[in-house]
């Protein structure tokens, strides 16, 4: 079975900076997409970024200020979040499409997500 763990969220000053992980391991052939998504109290889930060979997708609110990056030897995905604000408080978490086995259909995986707080 695929996972995926996620770490690095925790407590931060605004302005502050979080770098968030998130590792796949299991049967994996490929990885065809991996993402991020955020979800605040009482708010909707919402898209924060996306790779995708080897191109990114931003939510607006995030440009400039988060980066994705991927590491494909490692199956892992990281997300950069530089001068945080207190309204990207959020769970966040980690998405990826993955083909398991050669031959099998492609299936979304999510992580268990990491709690992101940004207060003073």
């Known amino acids: 079975q695929v996972q995926l763990v996620e770490s690095g969220g925790g407590l931060v000053q605004p302005g502050g900076s979080l770098r968030l992980s998130c590792a796949a391991s299991g049967s994996i052939f490929t990885i065809y997409t991996m993402g991020w998504y955020r979800q605040a109290p009482e708010k909707q889930r919402e898209l924060v970024a996306v790779i995708s060979g080897g191109s990114t997708n931003y939510a607006d609110s995030v440009k400039g200020r988060f980066s994705i990056s991927r590491d494909n030897a490692k199956n892992t995905q990281y997300l950069q979040m530089n001068s945080l604000k207190p309204e990207d408080t959020a769970v966040y978490y980690c998405?990826?499409?993955?083909?398991?086995?050669?031959?099998?259909?492609?299936?979304?995986?999510w992580g268990q997500g990491t709690q992101v707080t940004v207060s003073s």
């Open positions: 998405n990826a499409v993955v083909v398991a086995q050669m031959g099998y259909g492609p299936r979304n995986y």
